[in-house]
């Protein structure tokens, strides 16, 4: 499905050196050290491929950081629903009122969430989505007659946002240094990364260990003042970790027995990463909320949600209470509409299909760089891979220096010499992950993957390995 590239226009050399000086004197980089030169400039997109402001090509093997789903051929497309849109009603708010787009949209996605009794809640992004959802909790337990319920249960690395409230679940302790006491007191259990786990090859056995976990961390807070377990079906940060068979029915069951609330945060995976709409919904579980971004719009438009079953709400509703939460932007119609056509152009040109089809063979493609030194462990699921980097067949870690040396100074200016767009993260164990955008054919994978071994086998002689 991958849209071949053409010849890009190089941008005049006077250009990019201006926009490398604006971006040294005006621009706040986003999670980055301010960078002083050479900064990657994107200027263009078309279909799996990006160029930067000298023409080079990059194949975009992450897909933006899990956004551009469908790539980056369908402008003409969004532009037409978009200027649809912005003639007919440019904005309007969904604070006691509402608009076409957003009641349609809010339909099209409950139709296609895991149970029948989903409403839609729209925000600008994954961090408004995990701290919207948050409030409607607390508002749901207020409405029962149990304030008391004010803590949560998440995991250790996982990244939630980085927003104060969404920070509170976010399991990278880095990311909360100086920034004060956390607002909602969280108890953190450990991920469903099985490498190194002394049980990780016993998936049964692993499942029951991680559930007694989350079951003790419970009973520790005080049961009754436990309200949201939050969790996302493959978890990012530290390197796609899938669960093991059962987990999440495990969840839902210590979720219904303790009479808390259980989250699926979606923000990665929902909307076709994994092949579904709902990654959550291959585990045969409803959750209580869903929160999503990211692919809701294939990055054409920002925009995010929060997908709350009707017994969350009906308290509030039986009671005519207030949801004391609101965001300006949330469900604006331009995005909405612009979401919208991204549903049905999944259905038209069968992205999910397409997902299902090459999920398999990427994997088995991705598995093969086990061969390499560096190249601990591979895990995944659908489109969207990592790999372990380590420092010897023992799978010892990297001492930080290294691990700083490989992450942030060589492999970002191989991967970028390999015209290859992918992620180093140091959130846990040194990663290497890749998101190819939805829309990818099996060639293209296959280019992917053979780029990463180059550019792998070249990381292993520079570590000495």
């Known amino acids: 499905m991958s849209t071949p590239p053409s010849t890009p226009s190089s941008t005049p050399l006077t250009t990019h050196d201006a926009l490398q000086v604006g971006a040294r004197d005006h621009l706040v980089q986003h999670f980055a050290k301010q960078q002083g030169s050479d900064l990657l400039v994107l200027e263009r997109g078309e279909g799996p491929y990006v160029y930067d402001t000298r023409g080079t090509q990059y194949i975009d093997a992450l897909s933006s950081l899990f ?23 440019a904005f309007n708010t969904n604070w006691n009122t509402a608009h076409p787009a957003s009641i349609e949209l809010a339909e099209m996605i409950s139709d296609r969430a895991p149970a029948d009794d989903y409403k839609v809640m729209f925000t600008g992004g994954g961090s408004e989505s995990v701290e919207s959802a948050w409030k409607m909790v607390r508002e749901h337990f207020d409405a029962l007659g149990q304030p008391q319920r004010v803590k949560a249960i998440a995991r250790r690395t996982a990244y939630h946002g980085v927003t104060l409230g969404a920070l509170s679940f976010t399991g990278v302790p880095g990311f909360k240094s100086g920034f004060g006491t956390a607002p909602i007191e969280v108890s953190h259990v450990s991920s469903t990364n099985a490498f190194r786990a002394p049980d990780g090859d016993d998936p049964a056995a692993f499942c029951a260990r991680l559930l007694a976990e989350v079951e003790d961390a419970i009973v520790a807070a005080g049961a009754d003042e436990v309200a949201l377990i939050i969790a996302e079906p493959v978890q990012n940060a530290g390197g796609c970790f899938v669960p093991p068979p059962g987990y999440w029915q495990g969840l839902r069951a210590l979720a219904d027995k303790y009479g808390t609330l259980l989250m699926a945060d979606e923000v990665i995976t929902g909307f076709g990463r994994i092949g579904e709409w709902f990654a959550v919904a291959r585990e045969g579980v409803a959750p209580d909320l869903i929160s999503v971004a990211k692919g809701i719009t294939s990055a054409y438009a920002p925009m995010g949600a929060v997908l709350v079953r009707s017994h969350v709400l009906e308290p509030l509703v039986d009671q005519g209470k207030v949801y004391r939460h609101g965001i300006t932007f949330g469900g604006h119609p331009v995005s909405a509409a612009i979401a919208r056509r991204n549903i049905e152009i999944f259905e038209r040109d069968g992205v999910l299909e397409n997902v299902r089809t090459l999920a398999g063979p990427l994997g088995e493609k991705v598995a093969t760089l086990l061969d390499l030194p560096i190249v601990g462990d591979v895990r995944g699921a659908g489109f969207f891979w990592a790999m372990e980097l380590v420092k010897d067949d023992e799978a010892t870690r990297f001492e930080k220096e290294k691990r700083d040396e490989l992450l942030r100074a060589f492999l970002p200016r191989r991967l970028r010499e390999a015209g290859l767009i992918a992620r180093c993260d140091d959130r846990g164990d040194a990663v290497l992950q890749i ?6 054919d099996e060639a293209l994978l296959e280019e992917i993957v053979s780029r990463l071994r180059d550019v792998l086998a070249d990381a292993g002689e520079h570590m000495k390995l």
């Open 67 to 89: 956004c551009s789903q469908l790539g980056y051929s369908y402008g003409e497309e969004f532009a037409e629903a978009a200027t649809r849109q912005l003639t007919t009603l």
């Open 435 to 440: 998101a190819p955008p939805l829309i990818s």
